[in-house]
């Protein structure tokens, strides 16, 4: 068993229309122009059907290598119009290659939010024929396997809640957490993944149509019944086989142990600076620079960042 983690699949689609966006060009601390993209992506029929995602590209690295990405982020942003700006009928519609990323930092109450983002690596055109889908392919170790409980008596919703370990294209561990092992599969799951494995999930985002608030006891007359906040979740629809840590293509445990202690290292080191300014917890500084069905949350406080 290596102690090394290998290459994972770790790769987001999110194929839809362009609803907010922000643009930001300038020189990086390299003395190469930079472009730094965010936004939002709507990719189903409602407005909760979004998704934010971010990108950044310099022409050159610091070993002054030109980027085969930059021109093409390049293009995309000197395009790119969103519906807060021209309207529905104008707005880019757009496919995006994208993957999970950490998006770890303090917040204003000094405390450590371990997020998930998503960052954009293509901008590919959007052609007839095509529809709008907000979907995952991530693969990696299982770390937990937990039943799903909701309300004060943590009550079993019948699903699963899984947490994944994949990489980046550096190798840098992220942990994917929240995945959701619906009511249907939950049997099977249980009976072929186990925590220690390593597998490739295929995922779905998809709304959560909140639970209408039950109504308080007094008051006067009729009341109205409140409806929750709908939201989005990665639900699970298939899965690849999965694989034993002493298998060639399993993650051992020993890999996992070293990568999360240096993990553990970096969040630390983060915790220990404290809040840095800006909304996320960023500083506001100036940004120049056998297979399971398909084979193909809790309350948090940036829903964009970390419902997972």
Not at 81 to 94: F, I, L, N, Q, R
Not at 219 to 224: F, I
């Amino acid at each position: 068993m290596s102690d090394k983690i290998r290459s994972l699949v770790n790769t987001v689609t999110l194929a839809g229309k362009i609803t907010e966006v922000e643009v930001k060009k300038g020189i990086n601390a390299n003395k190469s122009p930079d472009v730094r993209i965010k936004g939002e992506i709507q990719f189903g029929d409602t407005k909760t059907h979004t998704r934010k995602f971010e990108t950044y590209a310099a022409e050159f690295n610091k070993d002054k290598k030109e980027s085969k990405l930059y021109d093409k982020v390049l293009s995309f942003a000197n395009t790119v119009k969103s519906v807060a700006k021209v309207g529905e009928d104008e707005a880019t519609v757009v496919s995006i290659q994208a993957g999970f990323a950490t998006n770890d930092y303090v917040s204003q109450k000094d405390k450590l939010i371990e997020g998930l983002k998503i960052e954009a690596k293509f901008f590919n055109d959007f052609n007839a024929g095509d529809e709008f889908k907000g979907e995952a392919d991530v693969e990696g170790y299982i770390q937990s396997i937990i039943p799903e409980v909701k309300g004060e008596e943590e009550k079993e919703t019948g699903r699963l809640r899984v947490t994944i370990i994949t990489t980046d294209f550096f190798g840098n561990i992220i942990p994917v957490k929240n995945i959701i092992v619906p009511a249907n599969f939950k049997e099977a799951f249980e009976e072929g993944y186990q925590e220690g494995q390593t597998a490739k999930l295929f995922i779905d985002f998809v709304v959560n149509k909140a639970e209408e608030k039950p109504v308080k006891s007094g008051g006067l007359g009729k009341q109205r019944v409140t409806q929750g906040k709908s939201y989005v979740e990665m639900i699970l629809t298939g899965a690849d086989p999965a694989f034993d840590e002493d298998d060639e293509m399993g993650i051992s445990s020993e890999a996992i142990r070293i990568a999360l202690s240096e993990r553990k290292a970096k969040l630390d080191d983060l915790k220990s600076k404290g809040y840095q300014g800006g909304k996320d917890g960023k500083s506001e500084k100036s940004d120049n620079r056998k297979g399971l069905g398909n084979n193909k949350p809790k309350p948090v406080e940036n829903d964009q960042d970390i419902p997972f």
